[in-house]
Nanobody
Framework: VQLQASGGGLVQAGGSLRLSCAAS????????MGWYRQAPGKERELVAE???????NYADSVKGRFTISRNNAMNTVYLQMNSLRPEDTAVYYC?????????????????WGQGTQVTVSS
């Protein structure tokens, strides 16, 4: 089971980026999918998350600028980031709570993607 994130890059302040993260493997179901970020010298923090019903939770710092969405059929979560600011610069990680089939029986765990760098220049 793995989460593969993509879409990071370098953008000027005020610009936009779209991150994608696809889960693959012996997945039975996915509950919450989300995005976290970690800037240099800071702790990892929640950016946004969405459950299977479509309920969302955003960090106050990104409300109105970032939008999380999911394609449940494709086991994919997206993060549309608009009006980017230099303080959004960080490594962004996708995250998912998943039930998987392992060794012949189901188990639940929280999984992380490899991280994708987002750099916003002023």
């Amino acid at each position: 089971v793995q989460l593969q994130a993509s879409g990071g890059g370098l953008v000027q302040a005020g610009g936009s980026l779209r991150l994608s993260c696809a889960a693959s493997g012996s997945i039975l179901s996915i509950s919450v999918m989300g995005w976290y970020r970690q800037a240099p010298g800071k702790e990892r923090e929640l950016v946004a998350e969405m459950d299977t019903g479509g309920s969302t939770n955003y960090a106050d710092s990104v409300k109105g600028r970032f939008t999380i969405s999911r394609n449940n059929a494709m086991n994919t979560v997206y993060l549309q980031m608009n009006s980017l600011r230099p303080e959004d610069t960080a490594v962004y990680y996708c995250n998912a709570g998943m039930s998987i089939m392992g060794r012949g029986k189901p188990s639940y765990g929280v999984y992380w993607g490899q991280g994708t760098q987002v750099t916003v220049s002023s």
